[in-house]
């Protein structure tokens, strides 16, 4: 299970913090991170970050998100975080946190993402301009 807090709306060029607690969900050897789907467009993976006993924290963003978006998780890797600065119009969308299985491939600037265990019901972000 996956228990996401945060989001809401703010003008563009804002900030926003996203949470995202494992409960009961074997997180290790995986990634966890977000998707979005905005209203009319398809699902798009944003980032993830990555818990294991090699490459732990290694982290994946799309372009669209990179330098302004950061996700962290705590020592335990159950819980992940996604500060979103500088936000933009476009960023409006349902975010829903995910644990996915790797590896995680980027092709011209987009994740790819194979196997999704488990999926959040999301949180949703809104940006005015």
């Known amino acids: 299970q996956l228990v996401e807090s945060g989001g809401g709306s703010v003008q563009a060029g804002g900030s926003l913090r996203l949470s995202c607690a494992a409960s009961?969900?074997?997180?290790?050897?995986?990634?966890m991170g977000w998707f979005r789907q905005a209203p009319g467009k398809g699902c798009e993976g944003v980032t993830f970050?990555?818990?294991?006993?090699?490459?732990?924290?290694?982290?994946a963003y799309a372009d669209s998100v990179k330098g302004r978006f950061t996700i962290s998780q705590d020592k335990t890797g159950n819980t992940a975080y996604l500060q979103m600065n500088n936000l933009k119009a476009e960023d409006t969308s349902m975010y829903h946190c995910?644990?996915?299985?790797?590896?995680?491939?980027?092709?011209?600037?987009?994740?790819?993402?194979?196997?999704?265990?488990?999926w959040g019901n999301g949180t949703s972000v809104t940006i005015s301009s």
């Open positions: 970050i990555y818990s294991g006993p090699k490459n732990e924290g290694n982290s």
């Open positions: 009961g969900s074997d997180r290790y050897c995986k990634w």
């Open positions: 995910a644990i996915v299985q790797g590896p995680i491939s980027v092709y011209k600037g987009a994740l790819e993402v194979k196997v999704v265990e488990i």
